[in-house]
């Protein structure tokens, strides 16, 4: 990928899971704050209720203060005054829509009702489901809902004479007036589009910040992962170069695999784990002396036991980094062969990593069309025969089956490459690898 595509990707992604963060908070938040105003709003409306309950408390004190308990109907004329809204007993914001009152024996004194806020029946319902009990002192019980869509608040209010003495409790039923609920409603939301705003504003604002940050953390990713690339590179062609004097075959044996591999369907985390053991493939033969490494004429079979320990000092080498786990199949098990007479372990067929079978034909390939010191390259056509005499032998067939379809190409395409050449295109082709895998973990 494209380092300026990446970025721009990388950057698009924090624009939208900012984007997507900022609507879900607050979409959160402007719920809690539509929850916060509507219990604001029925307290509003309690307060209010309490209020104009009050207001007709003090018009009646007089009625209150005389000797004995009031007698049913005496209070009926004031109560029926006060719901009919005399006087400045009704407030704009809202009214009693129903209002009872009765002494401390449950005795009713008064009732009223307002006819025109909604059904009687309905009226009467609420008042049952109010369940009002008397109140043990001066505080004031409440049940808060809504009549079609009206809201209200059901009421009980304590009624006191000029001395402060509980004479009779009103039931009610405050409604808010269509003005006022349309106002504390704009009220509700406007306070959720100003929360929502807000948070939205707050995302925008983040978003260069965060951008900032995550685009340090993705070059200081990208330097990372080239030094890895780069340390792999060098150490796998140092030991080509200390092996047979050159390290175009640690590149060219590397993109051969990478080849192969994307034909048979491979995916990128399989085909990164090709790569990291295609480049380290020899890395133990650091651990073999030099008149064993470097011997021109056939090993006896002493000597060749301590080169079949290379593959063990690989795996010790690849294992001490976590980065490097992924090489093991391939430094393991890159001597293996289908019949099961490789080394070390003698597997056979699929118990062979299927990296190692895919890096064992290319690694043939590029060693017999290759120059040597201690040999001159074969042609195409004489290397291909003799990968088929190893068909079902030293090579899975199906593979080698893939690989005969696309060698022509490679040959003509990577053969000759040489040194720099070779490195440079063995680093477009995994860079693209890797560079995806990044641009997964940014996203």
Known sequence: MNPDNFHSSVRRSIAIRVGMTAILVGAVFAGIAAVTERQRMEEGIVALARATAAHWNVAIRDQLDQVGLPKPGALQDSLDDFMAGSGEQVLEQGRFVYARVHDADGLELAQSEDASFISLEQIRQAVDTANFQPPESGDHFIVSTRLEDHPYIAI???????????????????????????????????????????????????????SRLLGRLSGLTDRL????????????????????DTDTHNYRVTVYSIRLAEVVGLDDAQIQALIKGALLHDVGKIGIRDDVLLKAEHLDEAEFEIMKTHVQHGLDITSRAHWLAEAHDVVGAHHEKYDGSGYPGGLARDAIPLNARIFAIADVFDALTSRRPYKEPISFDDTMKILEKGRGEHFDPRLLDLFTGIARGLYDRFGGLKGDEARGELGHIIQRYFRRDTAALMH
Do not use: M
């Open 156 to 210: 009980q209010i304590v009624l006191t004479n000029k001395r402060g003495e509980i004479r009779a409790w009103l039931d009610g039923i405050f409604a808010l007036s269509a003005t006022e609920q349309a106002r504390l409603q704009a009220n509700i939301w406007r306070t959720v589009l100003h929360v929502f705003t807000g948070i939205l504003i707050t995302g925008l604002i983040l978003y260069p910040v965060v």
């Open 225 to 244: 992962l080239d030094a890895n690339l780069e340390t792999i590179q060098v150490l796998g062609g140092a030991i080509a170069k200390r092996d047979c």
